[in-house]
């Protein structure tokens, strides 16, 4: 078994959904068209994607239902974490009744042999500029969600632990925060995430190990559209 990841798909397959990606620049042209390609090319039906957030730009769930279908035919288990743009997530009941390759993970993780993937969306973290308040209810609340799915994985026994968040785990100057205090206590292997676009972007992304814990963003644009293989980092 192989494990892949990729974010940040930002699909808009129904008609209703209007959201060229590529105003933001060449590696969101056909960015679709692409993933599928490298996806089919590296990935079996064995093998398992992590795919943390912003996955379709629909609002409801029926708007998202084209994305996820074509997310569905794509070979192999897939794992989703909600992003801030995945507005059409309703709960984790009622999509995981949707498809039987799909696992749509919150407060829990999920076990696939003996690796667990935990997960959460995540949020700004603290010393962020402009962190306020509201930041700050949002960020205990991802805290507690990630800190439930790591307690998941501890109770059934996981040897290897994989984290996926969709925003970054540290703040722009990539300052420790509950979320890297987390994975460390749980002595969580590798982390990925997404969230960050551009070159820019990319900068303010924490990468390389820290207290024990494999960073890796993998933001769709950053990988050039091509999901990357984790086994060798959680193994």
């Not at 990606?21 to 692409?34: C, E, L, Q, S, T």
């Not at 990935?43 to 239902?65: F, H, K, N, T, Y």
């Not at 990925?192 to 992304?205: A, D, I, Q, S, T």
Request: proline share 4%; hydrophobic share 35%.
């Amino acid at each position: 078994m192989n494990i892949f990841a990729i974010g940040d798909l930002h699909l808009s397959f129904d008609p209703r959904i209007e959201k060229p990606m590529d105003i933001f620049g060449a590696r969101w042209a056909h960015h679709a068209v692409r993933v599928e390609q490298y996806w089919r090319e590296t990935i079996c039906e064995e093998d398992m994607v992590i795919l943390p957030g912003d996955l379709s730009w629909g609002l409801r769930q029926e708007e998202a239902m084209a994305d996820l279908t074509w997310i569905h035919r794509l070979p192999g288990k897939k794992v989703l974490i909600k992003g801030n743009h995945d507005l059409w997530w309703t709960t984790p009941t009622k999509l995981n009744r949707l498809f039987d390759d799909m696992v749509f993970l919150q407060n829990k993780c999920y076990l696939y042999g003996d690796v667990a993937i935990c997960g959460s969306r995540g949020w700004t973290c603290p010393g962020s500029d402009g962190f306020s308040d509201h930041d700050e209810k949002i960020y205990q609340r991802e805290l507690l969600r990630l800190s439930l799915s790591l307690e998941d994985a501890k109770r059934q026994g996981a040897k290897t632990v994989i984290a996926a968040l969709h925003f970054p785990p540290t703040n722009d100057k990539q300052q420790r925060s509950g979320f890297t205090d987390l994975l460390a206590t749980h002595q969580v292997k590798t982390c990925v995430y997404g969230h960050l676009h551009g070159k820019e972007g990319f900068k303010n992304g924490i990468q390389g190990c820290l207290d024990g814990v494999e960073y890796r963003l993998v933001s769709l644009d950053y990988l050039e559209g091509k999901p990357v293989r984790i086994n060798q980092m959680a193994e």
